[in-house]
């Protein structure tokens, strides 16, 4: 009786699973980072997203990151989980992101690695429809090791397409730092997002951040900045193009003042489209 109940099962699963039309959008970017005080960093990140019907998304990536400097060098691994639901009834969007990363500094006068163990957890409800859009969330950052430090990031998000081929977005987020070896550290910030579609084929996007900010997550990009140092600025330009069917190929600037020094970042990237 119970092998035929395992059959059974076996054959309505099997039928649901061939009546989903799975998404699949991997995606592959290299970073490049010059420091103003001489340090070099290299990161290779691997992402992709599955989706069973085109508006429900899990989320999976990698960054691998390395920087160098002359005295020292460190090294970084960063797992991210995300999962995004829609409920197009009450035209909410529900998302959780989750970020599991480790590093190893060293130079030359540790004799042992100094090792860093941190996550980062970040539910955000997004609600509306065209032309506009709002959203509220929250980021919990926790590191334990070398450096500890709890830091909680609140953020709005507030979107509006002044027509169908703009995007203008805007993200201001309140950051509360503690540092378990100093006292607690406020910071306020406002990113501004404005992406152009002038063709199907190009888009072109500029970010800019006024205000200052620490252990900042980019929601959109599932993107943490963990450096300590205050960040002062940044400002950003890219530009996707769809070269060839669903492969569009992404080159991105972007300029990070910290507490201390800057750095240029260049990335560029690859990003396809499949359906299974």
């Known amino acids: 009786m119970s092998s035929k109940i395992f059959i059974l099962f076996i054959i309505s699963f099997s039928k649901i699973f061939s009546q989903i039309n799975l998404h699949f959008q991997p995606s592959a970017y290299f970073t490049y980072g010059s420091y103003s005080n001489k340090t070099i960093s290299t990161q290779y990140s691997l992402f992709t997203s599955l989706s069973p019907n085109q508006i429900d ?25 995300g999962l995004h639901y829609w409920i197009p009834d009450l035209n909410l969007k529900l998302k959780l992101d989750y970020v599991y990363l480790k590093g190893k500094y060293s130079d030359d006068l540790t004799t042992q690695p100094l090792i860093d163990n941190a996550s980062l957890i970040s539910p955000e409800i997004i609600y509306g429809y065209y032309p506009s859009f709002y959203g509220i969330g929250y980021a919990r950052f926790n590191q334990k090791g070398n450096n500890k430090i709890q830091s909680n990031q609140f953020y709005v998000r507030l979107g509006y397409y002044p027509h169908y081929k703009l995007l203008i977005s805007l993200l201001p987020s309140f950051h509360l730092t503690e540092n378990l070896s100093s006292n607690q550290s406020k910071y306020l910030s406002l990113q501004t997002a404005i992406f152009y579609s002038p063709i199907y084929e190009l888009s072109i996007g500029t970010t800019f951040t006024i205000g200052s900010r620490k252990f900042f997550y980019n929601p959109d990009l599932m993107v943490l900045y963990n450096q300590l140092e205050t960040q002062t600025g940044n400002y950003s330009i890219q530009l996707n193009y769809n070269f060839f069917k669903n492969f569009v190929a992404s080159l991105n600037y972007q300029k990070s003042r910290f507490a201390g020094y800057e750095i240029d970042y260049f990335v560029i990237g690859i990003k396809s489209s499949f359906y299974f």
């Open 57 to 81: 998304y899990f989320v999976f990536g990698y960054d691998g990151i390395n920087l160098k400097h002359d005295f020292w060098k460190y090294n970084q691994n960063n797992l991210s989980v």
